[in-house]
């Protein structure tokens, strides 16, 4: 792990807009499809979500009668949770996903929406991978949704993006790049009618390729790669990915 990386940073600085900002950006059609998709690749088995956050896919997935557990960093975003119908029936573990363990094993582990690059290094991430081989059991799946990096999508290392646009608010990215690192600096502008909220984030990104390969050192294998959680197919032209690792 990186010298002096705070995994309680993010949701300390976000817990009390996530799901807010979530709703703005982020269409209910990908967490009903990412529900539907993990429910099925549990087969009815235990469930482990790391980066569990504020509920968002693991509520719904104990909805469904799959025992859910879950590892975060933020007690602030547990607490989160915690506040929800049914929150406080999802039994969750604060620390650093790269290497806190849970007990039992599960049959899915789950890193979603671009969680694995808050880790700050290819070691961390490498960590990662083998924390959560360590806890699938025979034939267990992890599964990493992640976007893949456009580095021409930035002029001379930065870029400025527009995330969404209402009456009441204006939410837009700023971005630096140090490719020499794999890292992308980011503050998130969120401007509403109350003020104005910037929210910091540090992303080591990854390729594909680089991902299974740590997923190889894990001792799993890649099973599938879709470009959505529907299913439709990875292609030159995807912006993102679900990643299935079997191990």
């Known amino acids: ?28 059609a990908s967490t009903e499809s990412a529900v539907d998709r993990l429910h099925e690749l549990a087969g009815g088995g235990p469930v482990l979500e790391f980066g569990v956050g504020t509920g968002r896919l693991a509520l719904p997935l104990a909805a469904r009668g799959l025992t859910v557990a879950g590892v975060e960093g933020s007690t602030e975003m547990v607490e989160v949770l915690r506040a929800k119908p049914g929150g406080d029936r999802i039994p969750v ?17 789950v890193l979603a929406i671009n969680t694995i690059f808050a880790l700050p290094s290819q070691d961390a991430q490498v960590a990662c991978f083998r924390n959560a081989a360590a806890h699938l059991r025979p034939g267990g799946r ?3 949704e992640a976007w893949v990096p456009d580095l021409a999508a930035f ?4 870029a400025l993006r527009l995330l969404s646009l209402r009456e009441d608010r204006v939410f ?17 502008v969120n401007l509403t009618s109350g003020g104005l909220r910037l929210l910091p984030a540090n992303h080591r990104y990854a390729w594909p390729a680089e991902l299974d390969l740590m997923a190889r050192l894990a ?9 959505d959680w529907r299913g439709a ?3 030159d032209d995807s912006r993102a990915h ?5 191990r």
């Open 1 to 28: 792990m990186a010298q002096g990386f705070d995994a309680s940073a993010y949701g300390r600085a976000i817990a009390d807009v996530y799901d807010d900002i979530y709703d703005t950006t982020m269409a209910d």
């Open 93 to 109: 573990t604060v620390g650093d996903f790269a290497g806190t363990r849970v007990e039992g094993e599960f049959a899915l582990v």
């Open 142 to 144: 992890f599964v990493v």
């Open 155 to 158: 002029r001379n290392g930065t």
């Open 172 to 188: 837009a990215e700023a971005a630096r790049l140090s490719p020499a690192d794999q890292m992308m600096y980011t503050t998130k």
């Open 219 to 227: 001792g799993m294998e890649r099973e599938h790669r879709w470009a």
């Open 233 to 235: 197919p990875f292609t």
């Open 242 to 246: 679900v990643s299935v690792y079997r």
